[in-house]
């Protein structure tokens, strides 16, 4: 959408926006908003060839981790977490799990949000104290309602998904998931406008 054909706003602050500049934004953005499944993919396929050392690349670990919470039943939000858990590798190697919450906080429900901001934390059970760090950093959540979920989502998906003979699906299989789940927020400030432009 930075096809300067397009129809623009006038203003050079956003203190002396109007009526008329808003009607033009929010027209852009309901064309640009439904893209943003392709948008999310497009960006998890960066991760396809960078192996940092591990066993497989980080697209192929993704892949793993979902068709793996896939073929054990998971319903469609939670593999969809599950292949885009590690989508914030390329941008935030020192908090990739927040960046990717953050891409994610739209999409997902509590559960399924606070797994993929603590997953690090609890991954780090079986590698931690390798590195000089406690293994056991993830007891400090374990008031939390989510603990065991996240602790199974490493556990039985995360920790395994570093197989080279695994038989993982192909991106191209969650891709229509990613759209669906992706493609218009269940939380957002901006989802009564979305919403209503998906609805018409």
Not at 57 to 80: F, I, M, N, P, S
Request: hydrophobic share 40%; charged share 25%; proline share 5%.
């Amino acid at each position: 959408m930075n096809d300067m054909t397009h129809e623009h706003a006038t203003f050079r602050s956003m203190i002396d926006g109007t009526q008329q500049d808003w009607d033009i934004i929010a027209r852009e953005q309901k064309a640009f908003a439904p893209n943003n499944g392709k948008r999310i993919l497009d960006h998890l396929k960066l991760l396809g060839g960078d192996y940092g050392g591990f066993p497989v690349d980080r697209l192929e670990h993704c892949l793993q981790t979902a068709t793996r919470a896939h073929r054990d039943g998971r319903d469609e939000e939670y593999v969809v977490m599950a292949l885009l858990h590690d989508i914030g590798d390329t941008l935030g190697a020192f908090n990739h799990p927040d960046v990717a919450a953050a891409i994610l906080k739209p999409f997902l429900s509590e559960e399924n949000l606070w797994i993929v901001q603590h997953h690090g934390i609890f991954q780090g059970h079986y590698f931690f104290h390798y590195l000089g760090l406690d293994r056991d950093m993830r007891d400090q959540f374990q008031d939390s309602p989510h603990y065991a979920a996240c602790a199974h989502f490493c556990e039985a998906y995360d920790a395994p998904a570093f197989d080279p003979d695994y038989d993982s699906e192909p991106l191209e299989f969650f891709e229509p998931m990613v759209m669906r789940v992706c493609s218009y927020p269940r939380t957002s400030i901006y989802k009564k406008v979305m919403v209503e432009e998906a609805a018409a």
